[in-house]
């Protein structure tokens, strides 16, 4: 385009679907569809509100540019013209990419695709305009580029709109009528103009001719396949886009035929079409939608129109082989266009009637097996309804209906939906708006949109939703249901569905979601919560330009009452704390607890740290009060640390790091004091950056030692497998345990090479303890999997890489992974799922400690889990604890789960676990952790030996 310018639904039963369904009668008064017309223009204003208010500001603005052309304002003509060009682009782009964002589905993707092409074309037009400004004219320019992608995304999104929508044979027949209009086309343009362009060099010209031959051949190949897909044809959507095309390929043939003999002037009337067709393609595709005709007689037209496309195409072929035959007999790339034509005329034929053959002898078969069917349906009908009213479910059946609000009219309902809602069947079917009308407030625009894109895409509905029950009380149901199209295309739509009660379910969940978010003894928010919470309120302090402050409480001296009253009054005097802690800030704040006897106050909407600190005073006034504990008055003092949000880089991670470096600064100034965080506190950072460069030193010098625990089978007392645990032997310090550096590796990233280490080193030693004797093949040894490491890229390879090295089956290794690592979306469908596929062994580590939802467990396929040690250490002693733990095992029984309990130490706690059914465990009772070398030991029978005699 570089030389453009002058610069050149009824009663049924369910098993009743293929007969003629009759609406059931309902009363259609005037004032049901006013509201009903009322509610879909509203829908239809509020989806275009975007793409009009564009327009709104676009169209006069280019009107302008328009006229400034005309009148020559200034004397700037070719000013004018390029700007109206460029506000045509950008507004075409700017008007389908919103209707893109704002649509769903297939016809998102269609919007998307010509967004796109118009995308294209404005940046190749502000190429242009770059272009004229430096005077470089020639052929081929960047600009071109830009221009000539207009046509291939818009060809594709052509293509997606037939994909699926007709039969294969009839898809592949819209293929070859576009490519056959496309060459019919090519030759016409080409004995046109063909022999002037001669002179333009090769490339020169095949980009000149281009321009006409792509724009009108995407309008003649668009326009097969919208008849096609037997879209109602109405000056809008997909035909307007067509229209803008066609004018753009017109425009081209008239620009090029003047340009022949003499470059058209700037402001031409042919250049105006250039922006009126690209505006019209932008908001053709804004109003693009999958529409079938509305009436017989548009069908029919459609029908004809279609199939008169590509005869043309033939005819005006042959005729042009003939014509230029007559006078020259050479043959030419026009001559080969039109015989291209021709000839796929042909194969469409041959494919069409191929396909039609093989359909009359499926017809034939079918005719005999629609007999034997007919024979067998009567009796299949009867049992099927007797089962379909039997299931603990209620059986329905939909048929679409654009005048019932959620777009379709129950033909048939089981009676079990009375013992559901309490409605019986007959009520829904006498009163489509019943339905509709039972769903909860809140949920009934995500279950109207369900329902709507259900019947428009043909997408099996799955909804969760709430509905008002006869009696008052609110029912949870799963919705689940199919459509389908009863006889021929264009036939009525059928859902058939399934409506189940999930309310206990529901209760469940919201149950195990509030356990898992919140601290078991005071019910103030965990640590997984809080900082949750945290992390939403910095986004909407950046949001809302205000500060966030952050105090980390601890209870000074708070061991002294466990060691003299007990951890029962400990755990009193916390419930106490955390109860007066609630009372005393504001309604916004969010109270935690963070273990222990340290707690979080997240207070959002601060002015300053003014405000922080005496919220502070607040709260060590209100604690300070005297607390009766078994018959005594404690009074009890904080030690508070305050952070404030600084700056828009401040995560939670650091600001919780900086309130616990704060509080620990008032614990050091003599407790019963706050501090507010100040960065002369970073010297203890510096003393972990320095602990940082040791630890990576040692990871890459493999300076870090496993020891191993065994995991034994409590049925016969054997040691099945062991689990690696992995010591830093450091030079000054010693044997560093891992809670002292794990943390710190988690923080920094260097938990993937450590982990990375640990599964090389623990499957190095196993193959080495196989090859010796040591151990039976079938021995297992567990590996801790940090969530940050496996949704590393490539990590179900690495691990697939360190089992080949050493040797070993995929099933001796088991990867011990956390609650949270179940909540990352990325590993649903990566690497855990590929480690599964492999044979290695998924185990959840400390159940019940993290963010459990039961769904994760169908999602995940995971064979054990293992009971954290604080639920082991109180059973038998404490109700709550053996709950758990009772519950665990039969949560894991129902899976086909393993459970490996840990932490076990006393007898006690193994007999109430092999009475309780646990299969395995692991703790101080069997053996404590030991180095590689002294697992031969364990394994020839001394602690097993051990074992039984104290169990005796």
């Not at 029919?300 to 003939?322: E, K, N």
């Amino acid at each position: 385009m570089a030389a453009r310018t002058n610069d050149l639904a009824a009663d049924a039963g369910p098993f009743e679907l293929t007969d003629p369904l009759t609406p059931p009668s309902r009363p259609d008064t005037s004032k049901d569809r006013r509201r009903s017309a009322l509610a879909g223009a509203w829908s239809e204003a509020r989806d275009r509100a975007t793409v009009r208010r564009l327009l709104i500001v676009g169209l006069p603005v280019l009107g302008v540019l328009m006229l400034l052309t005309a009148s020559d304002a200034g004397g700037q003509v070719v000013l004018w013209e390029n700007a109206h060009w460029t506000v045509a682009g950008l507004l075409a782009a700017a008007v389908a990419a919103s209707a893109a964002h704002r649509s769903r589905g297939v016809e998102r993707r269609l919007r998307g695709l010509v967004a796109l092409g118009a995308a294209s074309w404005a940046v190749g037009q502000l190429c242009w305009d770059l272009q004229t400004a430096m005077a470089y004219f020639s052929v081929p320019a960047p600009s071109d580029i830009g221009y000539l992608f207009l046509v291939v995304p818009v060809i594709v999104a052509l293509a997606l709109a037939v994909h699926g929508r007709t039969p294969r044979a009839e898809e592949y027949a819209v293929y070859l009528d576009a490519t056959a209009i496309f060459l019919a086309i090519t030759a016409v343009i080409l004995a046109a103009y063909g022999d002037q362009l001669a002179g333009l060099g090769l490339l020169a010209a095949g980009v000149t001719v281009a321009y006409p031959i792509l724009h009108l051949a995407t309008a003649g190949a668009g326009l097969v396949s919208l008849l096609a897909t037997r879209a109602a044809v109405r000056l809008s959507g997909g035909y307007l886009l067509l229209v803008g095309f066609a004018m753009l390929g017109f425009a081209w043939v008239e620009w090029l035929r003047q340009a022949l003999v003499a470059l058209p002037p700037a402001g031409s009337v042919v250049n105006y079409v250039f922006s009126v067709g690209i505006v019209c393609v932008g908001i053709g595709a804004a109003g693009w939608r999958f529409e079938d005709s509305s009436d017989g007689t548009s069908r029919r037209a459609t029908t004809i129109v279609h199939g008169a496309l590509p005869l043309t195409a033939l005819i005006g072929s042959a005729a042009l082989i003939i014509v230029r035959h007559a006078s020259t007999p050479e043959i030419g790339l026009v001559d080969l266009a039109a015989l291209g034509a021709i000839l796929l005329a042909g194969v469409r034929q041959t494919l069409l009637v191929h396909e039609r053959g093989r359909l009359l002898d499926d017809s034939g078969r079918a005719r005999e097996e629609l007999e034997e069917a007919l024979v067998q349906r009567a009796a299949a009908d009867s049992r099927y309804q007797v089962l379909v009213e039997r299931v603990p479910a209620a059986v329905y059946i939909d048929v679409a209906d654009p005048d019932v609000s959620d777009g379709g009219r129950l033909a048939y309902m089981s009676p079990q939906i009375e013992s559901i809602l309490g409605y019986p069947a007959e009520a829904f079917l006498a009163d489509p708006e019943l339905w509709p009308g039972l769903i909860h407030p809140d949920d009934r625009k995500a279950a109207f949109a369900a329902y709507h894109e259900h019947w428009a895409t043909d997408r099996p509905l799955r909804a969760d939703y709430r509905m008002h029950a006869r009696d008052g009380s609110l029912v949870w149901v799963h919705d689940e249901a199919y459509s389908m199209t009863e006889g021929p295309a264009g036939g009525r739509r059928v859902s058939q569905g399934l409506l189940v009660d999930t309310t206990d379910q529901k209760r469940l969940e919201e149950q195990l979601l509030h356990d898992a978010l919140h601290d078991p003894l005071t019910g103030l928010a965990n640590r997984v919560l809080f900082r949750d919470h945290v992390e939403r309120a910095l986004a909407g302090r950046r949001r809302r330009g205000t500060k966030v402050a952050l105090l980390f409480v601890d209870l000074d001296d708070f061991k002294v009452v466990n060691d003299s009253l007990g951890h029962k009054a400990g755990d009193r005097l916390l419930i106490e704390v955390a109860n007066r802690l609630t009372a005393v800030i504001r309604a916004g704040d969010i109270a935690a607890r963070q273990g222990g006897d340290e707690f979080t106050v997240l207070l959002d909407l601060v002015r300053s740290v003014d405000d922080a600190v005496a919220s502070a005073e607040r709260i060590a006034t209100e604690l300070r009060r005297p607390i009766e504990l078994e018959g005594r008055s404690i009074v009890i003092t904080l030690s508070v640390g305050i952070a404030l949000a600084t700056d828009a880089e401040t995560d939670a991670d650091d600001l919780l790091a900086h309130a616990d470096a704060a509080m620990y600064a008032a614990k050091g100034q003599g407790k019963a004091r706050y501090a507010v965080f100040d960065p002369a506190m970073r010297v203890r950072a510096r003393s972990r950056l320095q602990m940082e460069v040791e630890l990576r030193t040692a990871i890459d010098q493999e300076a870090l030692e496993l020891h191993y625990q065994p995991i034994v089978e409590l049925a016969s007392n054997r040691i099945v497998g062991f689990e690696a645990l992995v010591r830093w032997r450091h030079a000054e310090h010693g044997l560093i345990l891992p809670n002292a550096f794990i943390p710190l590796a988690e923080a920094t990233g260097l938990i993937v090479p450590l982990g990375r280490l640990v599964t090389r080193s623990a499957c190095r030693e196993l193959r080495a303890w196989i090859d010796n004797g040591s151990c039976r093949g079938d021995l297992t040894v567990s590996v801790n999997v940090s969530p940050r490491q496996a949704v590393e890229p490539g990590f179900a390879a690495e691990v697939a890489e360190i089992l080949a090295t050493t040797s070993l089956q995929p099933s001796s290794l088991i990867l011990e992974i956390t609650e949270s690592l179940m909540l990352h979306e990325s590993v649903a469908s990566g690497s855990l799922r590929q480690l599964h596929e492999m044979g290695v062994q998924l185990v959840v580590d400390d159940f019940g400690t993290g963010f459990s939802a039961l769904e994760y467990f169908k999602r995940f396929a995971v064979q054990g889990l293992k009971i954290d040690r604080s639920f082991i250490a109180g059973l038998g002693r404490s109700r709550e604890d053996t709950a758990i733990v009772s519950a665990t095992l039969a949560f894991a029984s129902a899976l086909g789960l393993s459970v490996t309990a840990e932490g076990v130490e006393t007898t006690d706690q193994l007999d109430r676990l092999r009475a309780l059914g646990c299969q395995q465990a692991q703790g101080y009772l069997f053996a404590r952790p030991v180095p590689a070398a002294e697992v031969p030991g364990l394994l020839e029978g001394a602690v097993a030996l051990a074992l039984l005699s104290r169990a005796s």
